[in-house]
């Protein structure tokens, strides 16, 4: 999916889309080697989020919806959520 695309749905709906650097803590420490892009979208219930595929790209492979209050948790592998394929699974998920 293009990022653009998936960006300007998700406004047409009404809700924000944040745009976040999440190397930018690096350049503090010196090790700053270039962004690494996430999006992210909240609509008071439920959020998303997604990475470039890849630096030079302008599409994500996948999309992950989950509850507001629900976090990631690698060390135990859980991931909450459902990981959408389509912007139009992605705006149903937001929703419900």
Known sequence: MK?????KALE??????KKT???EYRKN???YD????????????NK???FRNG???DETCSVQVMGIKERNDVMTDYFPGIWCHTIKSI???MKI
């Not at 047409?12 to 889309?17: A, L, N, P, Q, R």
């Not at 270039?34 to 219930?45: A, D, I, L, M, V």
């Open 12 to 17: 047409k709906e009404g809700w924000e889309v």
């Open 55 to 57: 630096p030079d790209s």
């Open 29 to 31: 420490i010196g090790l």
């Open 34 to 45: 270039g962004p690494r892009w996430q999006w992210s979208c909240e609509n008071g219930k």
């Open 3 to 7: 990022i653009d695309r998936i960006v």
């Open 91 to 93: 705006i149903q998920m």
């Open 48 to 50: 998303c989020d997604w």
């Open 21 to 23: 650097d999440l190397n």
